[in-house]
């Protein structure tokens, strides 16, 4: 069976992105249901997969990364409304068999996404 999970590194400090909400929602005909939300640790990864086992199933999920909250947090100087306050990384999963690892990069103005291993 396969999972979902992810890593969240801070590229502006240099280090990970702990104490970072994310939600998980599954898509389906314009609809979002919240499947997940967790907390990342201090290793910028949360304790658990985002989603495995029997739910984890092919379709269209959305991740929204916190960002704002992240930074405010932090103690970056954000300006109000801060410039990205969430990253979505809308994306779909075709093989329910295979591991799939979202690590995102982040800045207080930028962010990255890209499917790991």
């Known amino acids: 069976m396969g999972k979902l999970t992810t890593h969240v590194l801070d590229t502006s400090a240099g280090r990970p992105a702990g104490g970072l909400r994310i939600a998980l929602c599954r898509l389906h005909d314009g ?35 916190h960002v704002g909250d992240y930074f405010r947090t932090a103690g970056a100087a954000l300006s109000e409304p801060a410039f990205i306050e969430e990253a979505v990384v809308h994306f779909g999963i075709g093989w329910p068999d295979q591991h799939y690892h979202v690590p995102l990069l982040i800045t207080p103005w930028s962010y990255a996404v890209y499917r790991g291993g």
């Open 31 to 65: 609809v979002a249901t919240l499947v997940n939300e967790q907390t990342t640790g201090p290793d910028g990864r949360c304790a658990a997969a985002l989603l495995e086992g029997s739910g984890f199933s092919a379709g269209r999920y959305s991740l929204t990364f």
